[in-house]
């Protein structure tokens, strides 16, 4: 029997502002008796979704529906060594209120960039280095989470999604698992939010007619549903990790899939 009744893949972007309408933000949904389908915005002058748009979809659709595994690809925290520099607690929801404090990149016509530039927030503050990178980075070689402007950077995604994160823990409370933050193994009958890395299988599935924004989310929602259909994501809830990489990865997050 499946664990979950449906499964969300989002290809994040972190363009512009939160009140913007991005054709890199996508959203597919499957179901185990359906193959993933895109899920466009509301109707409304935005042809494409926000990134306030999204969560606020997610927030409603979460509280009210059957338990769903989301996959969002963006970093869900920061290198151990970040909390190192800025003397920070090793608690999650601590790093995601200070982040937002410093980078207030929820806000309607804030842009990353204007906090980068000292526009906005203070988020010179809170600087990272390129060089730090969490144990899931090195582990699958993604690029760090600090590391902006170049091809494949996940860094300005990261800083955009963060507060909405947040924004999706104060309004869910314990109607949603935020792992591994909130427990390796999530309850039974819980919607799971999860870190995601479509690279990891958008190669093992035909793009057909689909950008490569909405090939990833696709990918991500496809992957979800076939591999709870062979009862196979237990064992991605518990990665094969030593016990001291296990510590680090309950304060860096982990990506959802990585072994």
Avoid: C
């Amino acid at each position: 029997m499946p664990q979950f009744a449906r499964y969300l893949g989002l290809d994040y972007s972190g363009a512009q502002t939160p009140i913007s309408s991005l054709r890199g933000l996508r959203l597919y949904e499957a179901t185990p008796a359906t193959p993933p389908r895109e899920i466009p915005p509301p109707p409304s002058p935005r042809k494409y979704w926000t990134r306030r748009g999204v969560a606020e979809w997610l927030s409603a659709e979460l509280r009210a529906g059957p338990p769903t595994l989301v996959g969002i690809d963006h970093a869900f925290s920061f290198p151990l060594r970040y909390f190192e520099a800025h003397a920070l607690p090793a608690d999650w929801p601590a790093f995601l209120d200070d982040f937002q404090h410093h980078w207030p990149t929820d806000e309607d016509n804030t842009y990353v960039d204007f906090v980068r530039d000292g526009i906005r927030g203070h988020g010179i503050d809170r600087a990272g280095n390129s060089r730090w990178r969490r144990l899931a980075e090195v582990r699958s070689r993604a690029k760090s989470v600090f590391h902006f402007d170049v091809q494949g950077s996940v860094a300005k995604s990261t800083h955009a999604g963060l507060p909405w994160l947040r924004h999706l823990g104060r309004e869910l409370g314990d109607r949603a698992h935020f792992w591994p933050f909130d427990g390796w193994v999530p309850p039974p009958g819980r919607s799971v939010i999860t870190e995601v890395y479509p690279s990891l299988w958008s190669r093992a599935f035909p793009p057909e007619d689909r950008t490569p924004d909405q090939h990833d989310a696709y990918a991500v929602a496809r992957w979800f549903r076939e591999t709870d259909a062979a009862d196979r994501l237990t064992r991605f809830f518990q990665p094969a990790l030593t016990p001291p990489e296990r510590s680090v990865a309950a304060i860096e997050g982990w990506i959802f899939g990585l072994a």
